[in-house]
């Protein structure tokens, strides 16, 4: 009798322990920013989307349309990848659709949006971005004020653009010479770039926020332990897997991002939305 006991208990356990490893539901990440760039009391909110591949979840998006309101963000940031090259668009576009007059949306292309070596007839993904309203940044920066808040938010293009205009091309010394002089000493300003391994480029940069993507969570990931396998352009192990990384001069957050493939699982590491709040520090002038 004990002995049929335990066996029930470990199959109880074991069941358990897969459900959460293999588990594929939406879930919110919320990360804290301070700035004295901001006065004390005030405060902005964030969602940042990335990678999202192509993926649906619910009918037109609308269960990832709705979770992303119950968050009730100031500003929504795409950093790439919305697009899949081996999907259909459809995905993304009902999604920015949805979203369509809610709140300021910015986005800049990752690699799948720039790659299109694929069977699928190719939209302009920029265009059909900002004819839903969406802010595109293609190396450039704007000033903006959202909710009474004075902001910089700026937008670096995926490298791959800079190799498909020019082989020979340098996206670093691009990203360098359109982003590197912006005056943000007494402004707040946030960056979106997909590739979360650039690092050493943003740290020459000016912004206090780095908004990226690309890494995927490292695709398997063991809580407390190791926070990612497996990255695109870092390999195994990688540093920059998902989460918010404080450096020294600026605020780093990865998305882990939406997609999910049976052929290749993400185990402790599901999609996710991701929630920054951004809480001012400073002194009324």
Do not use: C
Request: zero cysteines.
């Amino acid at each position: 009798m004990f002995e049929q006991k335990r066996k029930y208990i470990m199959l109880i356990i074991v069941a358990s322990f897969l459900a959460a490893a293999f588990y594929n539901g939406l879930v919110v990440r919320t990360y804290d920013v301070s700035t004295d760039k901001l006065e004390a009391g005030q405060s902005l909110r964030i969602v940042l989307l990335s990678d999202l591949h192509g993926y649906s979840y619910g009918k037109e998006q609308s269960a990832l349309i709705d979770k992303v309101k119950e968050q009730e963000p100031d500003l929504i940031a795409l950093p790439g990848d919305m697009l899949d090259r081996n999907r259909p668009p459809d995905a993304a576009f009902d999604l920015i659709k949805g979203l369509e007059g809610y709140v300021p949306i910015y986005f800049v292309t990752g690699n799948h949006e720039i790659d299109e070596s694929d069977d699928y007839v190719r939209h302009d993904v920029k265009d059909v971005f900002r004819s839903h309203g969406v802010v595109v940044l293609e190396n450039e920066a704007e000033t903006v004020t959202i909710n009474g808040i004075d902001l910089i938010i700026g937008g670096a293009e995926d490298p791959l653009r800079t190799y498909a205009e020019d082989l020979y091309g340098s996206w670093e010394q691009d990203v360098l010479t359109a982003l590197a002089d912006i005056d943000t000493d007494e402004t707040f300003s946030l960056l979106l770039s997909h590739r979360a391994e650039q690092v050493e480029i943003y740290a020459a940069l000016p912004f206090d926020l780095v908004l990226s993507g690309h890494a995927h969570g490292g695709q398997v990931r063991i809580p407390y332990l190791m926070n990612g396998l497996y990255a695109p352009d870092q390999g195994f192990f990688p540093k920059y897997a998902g989460g918010l990384y404080e450096h020294e001069t600026f605020d780093h957050v990865i998305g882990r991002g939406f997609n999910y493939r049976i052929s290749v699982p993400r185990i402790f590491n599901p999609p996710e939305i991701v929630v920054i709040d951004v809480i001012g520090t400073g002194t009324p002038p």
